[in-house]
């Protein structure tokens, strides 16, 4: 069983910066693709970001395009979310999630999930 830990999140002004941290207990973490989700209130559940194994493949929803940055250390079974040019409407509980592919539809291990609030 691998067990994500998430790290990072608080509360921020507009236009402020924070960085999510999501790391494994288990090195096989690094031969997985990890996406990060996030539920606003009121809102379903979004993946704002994906990165395969490698880095080499990554993709973004349109709302984050820009702003955030997914990256990962693998020496250190960690994955990153950079969010930059945060705005009110970024607010939400944010998860990471691993999976086997990068293509595959099925998340297998989630993160406890982490708040993120933006004010304006």
């Known amino acids: 069983q691998v067990q994500l830990v998430q790290s990072g999140g608080g509360s921020v002004q507009a236009g402020g910066s924070l960085r999510l941290s999501c790391a494994a207990t288990d090195d096989i973490f690094s031969s997985y693709a990890v996406g990060w989700f996030r539920q606003g209130p009121g809102k379903e559940r979004e993946e704002v970001a994906v990165?395969?194994?490698?880095?080499?493949?990554?993709d973004y929803a349109d709302s984050v395009k820009g702003r955030f940055t997914i990256s990962r250390d693998n020496a250190k079974n960690t994955v990153y979310l950079q969010m930059n040019s945060l705005k009110p409407e970024d607010t939400a509980v944010y998860y990471c999630a691993s999976k086997e592919t990068y293509y595959s539809d099925h998340y297998n291990y989630w993160g406890q999930g982490t708040q993120v609030t933006v004010s304006s």
């Open positions: 990165i395969n194994w490698s880095g080499g493949r990554i």
